[in-house]
């Protein structure tokens, strides 16, 4: 059991830190069909805009059908810093500016992953700076890397961005991935560069060229860790600091993947266990799963069913690995795993076509955002060499599969050595806002609290009843945008949090039901 169990987990394996679950697409200003009549003499609109040094032209960014009118740019910067007359890389920018009388000091969105862009990120949580832009620019820098910013895509035979070539996640084939996929860059692109010390001289170079003094950083999920090293590498040019979903610098990325979903899991599924309907119908949620578990150890289920998007029927194996990574996933957002004790009762009467198509449109969704080799760059030299593999995890829902995956992969993949204060706590005066989700299946609440014990003028929020990043949840747009007004976090009034509510859990597939 334990070989197939592992094998099929590593489908999770590039999913270190991801904040955002939705797919997200760039797109130019479409041109009209309607041509203009002539006149005597065409006359060009010059509608760029300057910040700074900085030259924007305007531009779109998507996301399903959420579009954002925007400014973009772009800004040359060294490959390797330390060669600054080497080889360059364009750093992707867009710029949304303030809907009224802009601060000197902007806001800097820095995105999850590690391997997901800034501004594909953005539109799907852009209510949730509506009230902070008011004052306030908001840049968005595509991480090197990521997104438009030299993107270190790993594809697989079919051109998808990919962790490894089909469903084969051995040992050996990870790392065959992995060496074909670094070879596509070499002579090309230096991988070891794409570091998150090099991330945060990008981000400062960034402030300068748009001639900002100061700053204030969000990060969310693995961009804590990069607004956490440039608060402390750059602590002059640092306003305040947001962290949402917090990696502290201590801890090492992927070592506690799997005992963090088995803690969400017990008190996300606890909620059913005490509902009496949702006990009554579905039964405890851990034991149907521990039996769905039981059942495909044997072998994985033959499955006939409909493509969550295209609507084409597809047939399939439901494996471990599909159930792990959904798990996962959904455990995200606990609006999500709402519904899945009602998908473990009704796997274990041989209804597995709603939880196959669902796996399946996660996982592409999942893969097509996140760029497998700068998470490679990040981690190879950041994390993995911490890494161990825990024996409990072999009894725990994702396994011992994730670190394998990673250790062996790493083995290929360029990477240099992480500075030597890297895990370093980031400490001093800087005004914090900490920002954690009960339910967070990756980044719990009590990460929160190790980052909060260095800082005098931090303050960290639960939000209960949520998961993985809670900027957008209830009024946390207002609390964040109430700390850029004042920089005071110790002074901000969360009682507002207590009026969040718990989400139902699902007992039919139409919602809960009395």
């Given amino acids: 059991m334990q070989d197939k169990h592992k094998k099929a987990i590593r489908i999770a394996a590039g999913l270190a830190l991801i904040a955002y679950a939705s797919k997200a697409y760039w797109l130019k200003q479409p041109d009209t069909d309607e041509k203009p009549a002539p006149v005597a003499a065409a006359v060009k609109v010059d509608t760029s805009r300057s910040l700074g040094s900085l030259k924007f032209k305007p531009c779109s960014l998507a996301q399903g059908t959420e579009s954002l009118s925007a400014l973009c740019s772009t800004l040359s910067v060294p490959e390797d810093h330390s060669k600054p007359d080497g080889r360059k890389i364009q750093l992707a920018i867009s710029w949304l500016p303030a809907s009224k009388q802009a601060e000197e000091d902007p806001i800097f969105l820095l995105a999850g992953g590690p391997g997901q862009g800034a501004r594909e990120s953005f539109p799907s949580i852009a209510a949730a700076f509506a009230e902070a832009r008011k004052t306030r620019h908001i840049i968005l820098l595509d991480q090197r890397g990521t997104g438009d910013s030299n993107p270190l895509k790993c594809e697989d035979s079919q051109g998808n961005s990919a962790v490894v070539e089909g469903e084969d996640y051995s040992i050996e084939a990870a790392d065959k991935f992995a060496a074909k996929c670094a070879a596509t860059y070499a002579g090309k692109v230096d991988v070891s560069q794409f570091s998150t010390a090099d991330a945060i001289i990008d981000l400062d170079l960034t402030r300068q060229a748009i001639g900002a003094g100061k700053i204030n950083l969000i990060g969310i999920s693995y961009g804590t860790r990069v607004a956490q090293q440039y608060a ?26 799997a005992k963090n979903l088995e803690a969400s899991l017990d008190l996300q599924f606890a909620r059913c266990s005490k509902d009496k309907a949702c006990l009554q119908k579905m039964g405890d949620p851990r034991a149907k799963l521990n039996q769905l578990l039981a059942t495909l150890a044997k072998g994985p289920i033959p499955v006939r069913y409909r493509d969550a998007v295209s609507g084409e029927w597809q047939d399939g194996e439901f494996s471990t690995g599909h159930i792990a990574m959904l798990t996962r996933m959904l455990a995200y957002a606990p609006q999500a795993a709402a519904l899945l004790p009602l998908q473990f009762s009704e796997a274990n009467k041989g209804n597995v076509e709603s939880l196959m198509a669902l796996s399946e449109m996660v996982n592409r969704d999942v893969s097509s955002m996140i760029m497998h080799g700068m998470q490679l760059s990040v981690m190879c030299g950041e994390d993995v060499p911490d890494l161990v593999v825990d024996p409990e995890d072999r009894k725990r829902l994702l396994g011992t599969g994730l670190v394998e995956l990673m250790q062996a992969q790493c083995a290929v993949w360029p990477h240099k050595q992480r500075p030597a204060d890297f895990r370093k706590p980031l400490s001093g005066n800087v005004p914090v806002l900490i920002l954690s989700g009960e339910f967070d299946p990756v980044t719990p609440p009590r990460y929160g609290d190790m980052v909060a014990k260095h800082l005098p003028n931090a303050k960290h929020v639960v939000a209960k009843g949520t998961g993985h990043n809670v900027l957008p949840v209830g009024c946390m747009p207002k609390l964040f945008a109430k700390f850029l007004e004042t920089a005071d976090a110790k002074s901000l009034d969360v009682g507002c949090i207590e009026s969040l509510t718990y989400a139902p859990m699902f007992t039919g597939f139409y919602g809960s039901e009395p």
């Fill in 232 to 257: 402390k590498a750059f602590p002059n040019s640092t306003r305040t600091v947001t962290i949402d979903g917090i990696a502290p610098l201590e801890t090492v990325l992927g070592q506690e993947h």
